[in-house]
């Protein structure tokens, strides 16, 4: 039973441009969401997060979005450059059910093109 | 400033076997969670450890168990392999509490292939 979903497997985008990654998720106790990213070889590295009180978090180029009543979040990265190529994973959990264990996606891996 | 140091990097075992996954935090981390990702998915979580005891854990059988030692560094064993234990095998350190607010460390995994 796969709770969090991120349904494209690949994104390609020209550098400078806008990418949007998807996930949706179908458990509404998940109270906080998280993204990392991964390269190859490489174990997950943290990249943003935001709490389910909000509904929008930014960090530099990186901004994540959340609508609770879709139960779907959004990460953008304005502009895109090639050094973001990687593995996207979108993760939830709900302090409730317990906090430490993080639910993951499937991953959607975004290529930009120089 | 080292990060998440897992042991070892590949590994492979004959399916009935036991096998031993190691892990070292971050320097200033005092908790150490262990995730199953098999080929194609996302990151699954095992279990948690914090001051040397099991403080959460997943979905996982009684064939997976941990420890913790007292300088925060921590094992993952897994008792008769299945061929479905085939993975990659991710060690992820945080403060304790913190790592929803604040993100764990990973470490880049050990592989582990049963045959």
């Known amino acids: 039973d796969q709770q969090v979903k991120q349904n494209s497997p690949s994104l390609s985008v020209q550098e400078g441009r806008i990418s949007i990654l998807n996930c949706d998720y179908t458990?509404?106790?998940?109270?906080?969401f998280l993204w990392y990213k991964k390269y190859p070889a490489e174990g997950p590295t943290f990249l943003i997060s935001?709490?389910?009180?909000?509904d929008k978090n930014e960090d530099g180029r990186f901004t994540v979005f959340l609508n609770k009543s879709a139960k779907h979040l959004s990460l953008h990265i304005v502009p895109s450059q090639p050094g973001d190529s990687a593995v996207y994973f979108c993760?939830?959990?709900?302090?409730?059910?317990?906090?430490?264990?993080?639910?993951f996606g499937t991953g959607t891996r975004l290529t930009v093109i120089p | 400033d080292a990060g998440v140091t897992q042991s070892p990097t590949h590994l492979i075992k004959t399916r009935g076997q036991q096998v031993t996954l190691r892990c070292s935090p971050k320097?200033?981390?005092?908790?150490v969670s262990w995730y199953q990702q098999a080929l194609g998915q996302g990151p699954q979580f095992i279990f948690q450890?914090?001051?040397?005891?099991?403080?959460q854990r997943g979905n996982f059988p009684d064939r997976f168990s941990g420890h913790q030692f007292p300088n925060y560094s921590s094992e993952l064993n897994v008792n008769a392999l299945l061929l479905g234990d085939s993975a990659l095998y991710l060690c992820?350190?945080?403060?304790f509490g913190g790592g929803r607010d604040y993100g764990y460390t990973f470490g880049s995994g050990t592989r582990l292939t049963v045959v």
């Open positions: 320097s200033g981390h005092d908790t």
């Open positions: 993760a939830a959990s709900a302090r409730e059910t317990g906090a430490n264990n993080l639910f």
């Open positions: 992820a350190s945080s403060l």
């Open positions: 935001i709490s389910s009180i909000k």
């Open positions: 450890y914090y001051e040397e005891e099991e403080r």
């Open positions: 458990n509404s106790m998940f109270d906080y």
